[in-house]
């Protein structure tokens, strides 16, 4: 019996050639259903499928609405998230959420056929598969980076899109000086003194990753900020 | 009719490149990392290069 898939990107050119792709190869796959992120929970939710693979490429706030929906729609369906984002942080938020595998888009179509396969073979496995660039795993270091809590590497990350205190508060339904706060506690646990300098380091750790930064773009809510934060 | 694909990242890349190749047998069709694609270009002599407008590639290399 085929894998029974449900393919969700909101590139159209891109989710064509997937379902074309899984469809013709030899793999034992099914795509029976294909939709942009908006529409896919009514057709998860309608079709059960063995398997989800979908695109997250947002930030962590929305990565984790889209997959609690998947979640909700069809509990028993694996999850493989395919993504542009290549930080180690990403990768164990989204671990922590559950899903079954982590595939970067600078995989091969046969990576992701293969791990739907790995996955189906082990329909109660615990593992999750992760597919990512040689290069970034060895970049990955245990650097003071990897000391901020969620809260303080989210306030990080809109730091690095150049927002102010002010639009992070108003991002995070936080108050000005709770923003401020996790921005003292970032700078005393990474030892640095300006914003500029956490972003850098932070990029340079891969603790964030460029695509996460620039994705603010695609979010429509991009803005200058000076080193002060106003 | 000779297209050669040069987009990122490669799971794009392919996508689009077997989508093509369905709809259009008679294409003939290859795909390349980026870093390649000058050399391609020499060898296969496409009639057409499908590439991101961000890559930096050099128009005098067409």
Not at chain 1, 22 to 29: N, P, V
Not at chain 1, 87 to 95: E, G, M, P
Not at chain 1, 194 to 202: H, I, N, W
Not at chain 2, 31 to 55: C, G, K, M, N, Q
């Amino acid at each position: 019996m085929p894998v029974r898939a449900i393919l969700i990107d909101d590139h159209i050119m891109f989710r064509e050639g997937l379902v074309s792709t899984l469809g013709s190869r030899q793999a034992d796959i099914e795509v029976v259903g294909h939709s942009s992120t908006g529409e896919a929970f009514a057709l998860i939710r309608e079709t059960t499928p063995d398997v989800v693979i979908t695109q997250i490429d947002v930030d962590l706030h929305k990565a984790k609405e889209v997959l609690r929906r998947i979640r909700e729609a069809s509990p028993d369906s694996r999850i493989v998230v395919l993504t542009i984002f290549d930080n180690l942080r990403y990768v164990q938020a989204l671990s922590k959420l559950g899903i079954d595998a982590y595939i970067h888009k600078t995989s091969s179509t046969r990576e992701l056929v293969a791990t739907i396969e790995a996955l189906m073979r082990e329909p109660r496995g615990e593992n999750t598969v992760v597919s990512m660039p040689r290069g970034s795993l060895e970049r990955m270091g245990d650097g003071p980076m990897g000391t901020l809590s969620e809260r303080e590497t989210e306030v990080l990350v809109h730091v690095a899109r150049g927002r102010s205190n002010y639009q992070i508060a108003t991002e995070m339904h936080l108050a000005e000086s709770t923003v401020k706060r996790h921005l003292a506690n970032i700078y005393q646990k990474v030892g640095v003194s300006s914003r500029s300098e956490a972003t850098r380091l932070a990029l340079q750790e891969m603790w964030i990753g460029i695509a996460e930064i620039t994705q603010a773009d695609l979010d429509g809510n991009a803005g200058g900020v000076s080193e002060d934060g106003h | 009719m000779r297209v050669l694909i040069v987009l990122t990242p490669l799971m794009c890349r392919e996508a689009i490149a077997h989508s093509l190749s369905q709809h259009r047998p008679y294409l003939e069709v290859r795909i390349a990392a980026p870093e390649a694609t000058e050399e391609e270009l020499r060898s296969f002599a496409p009639h057409l290069l499908v590439h991101t407008d961000t890559d930096g590639l050099d128009r005098a290399a067409l």
